[in-house]
């Protein structure tokens, strides 16, 4: 049984730094995409970053360009979201999902995902 579950988020003065970390178990995930979406509230959920655990090409959101990295730790199984300069817009509840996927591309649609975690809340202050 896939899980996955997100840690990290909390609350930071904007322009500070958080490091979200998702926790993936239930199977071996080197043919999945490992993405972050945010949901901010009364907006849609949207594509944050994402990565090949196994190539490690990624893709961000042009609104997170230069300031998020996406990466992975084989050692302890996680995808991590590294949150640098961040803005008040980045407060969203951010979540952790996952793709089986054999294609060299990354998909930005949450319906092409199959697994999600519960989300970690991130809230940026003035």
């Known amino acids: 049984q896939v899980q996955l579950v997100e840690s990290g988020g909390g609350l930071v003065q904007a322009g500070g730094s958080l490091r979200l970390s998702c926790a993936a178990s239930?199977?071996?995930?080197?043919?999945?995409?490992m993405a972050w979406f945010r949901q901010a509230p009364g907006k849609e959920r949207e594509f944050v970053a994402a990565m090949h655990w196994s190539g490690g090409r990624t893709l961000y959101a042009d609104s997170v360009k230069g300031r998020f990295t996406i990466s992975r730790d084989d050692a302890k199984n996680t995808v991590n979201l590294e949150m640098n300069g961040l803005k008040l817009e980045d407060t969203a509840v951010y979540y952790c999902a996952a793709e089986l996927s054999l294609e060299p591309t990354i998909s930005e649609e949450s319906n092409k995902y199959d697994y999600w975690g519960q989300g970690t809340q991130v809230t940026v202050s003035s």
């Open positions: 239930g199977r071996t995930f080197v043919s999945y995409v």
